[in-house]
């Protein structure tokens, strides 16, 4: 079975600061990795994905995440915060190979920008 | 592409009701999935369809619910004798088969159970 852990359900910068957001995971095939992004009382937009090519991974918003297949970890990063960029963050993985792809999220972590 | 869409965005509703909602995918999109989201959780999986055939449920999917995918393009959720403990966003993801590792969402549809 897969699992996601995200450290820290809510993460504080100040604008202009680097943005950190934890995510572990776990399964027992090689997996797909996502990060997505949810504004309040909206769905939820793909941020960025790791689907087994490059591990240093690049999304929209300046967002970047690494896959460090040894520490089983999968951490978003932006160098420069900006206020827009408050919401909350979701971890997700999922197994490919011919699976159906459904995917298993962490539990989120809320994102504050400070002024 | 226009983007998942799904109706209503908001439904209130008494114990003991029946919902209904709604997801239209993006066109030409063959899969379709269907999460629940909870305050201060992550989405979780309920269902998934390809094409007009479900093919897994989870096990949080009682017997009170119900999708359909009855064309292959629009699906419903049926939730039957609503319980409090139903309120929640409920999610609607579609992806391409070609590209089976990406999925878009929808805005959601929250119910509130009273």
């Known amino acids: 079975a897969q699992s996601v852990t995200q450290l820290g359900s809510h993460v504080s910068v100040s604008e202009g600061a680097l943005v950190l957001l934890r995510c572990n995971y776990s399964s027992s095939v090689p997996p797909y990795l996502f990060w997505y992004v949810q504004y309040p009382n909206q769905g939820l937009q793909l941020l960025l994905k790791?689907?087994?090519?490059?591990?240093l991974v690049k999304g929209i918003n300046g967002f970047e995440a690494e896959f460090k297949k040894s520490e089983t970890s999968f951490h978003l990063t932006k160098p420069s915060a900006h206020m827009s960029d408050a919401a909350e963050y979701f971890c997700?993985?999922?197994?490919?190979?011919?699976?159906?792809?459904?995917?298993?999220f962490g539990k989120g972590t809320l994102l504050t920008v400070n002024p | 592409d226009t983007g998942v869409s799904q109706n209503p965005r908001h439904k209130i509703t008494k114990r003991g009701q029946n919902v209904t909602f709604r997801c239209d995918p993006i066109s030409e999109h063959n899969r379709l999935y269907w999460y629940r989201q909870t305050l201060g959780q992550g989405p979780e999986f309920l269902t998934y369809f390809q094409n007009e055939a479900q093919l897994e449920k989870s096990r949080l999917l009682s017997d009170r619910f119900s999708a359909e995918r009855p064309k292959g393009s629009f699906s419903t959720l049926e939730i039957q004798r609503t319980e409090q403990g139903d309120s929640a966003m409920y999610l609607c993801?579609?992806?391409?088969?070609?590209?089976?590792?990406?999925?878009?969402f929808g805005p959601g549809t929250r119910l509130t159970v009273l």
């Open positions: 790791y689907t087994s090519a490059a591990t």
């Open positions: 997700a993985v999922s197994e490919g190979g011919g699976s159906n792809y459904k995917l298993t």
């Open positions: 993801a579609s992806s391409r088969q070609k590209y089976t590792d990406t999925q878009y």
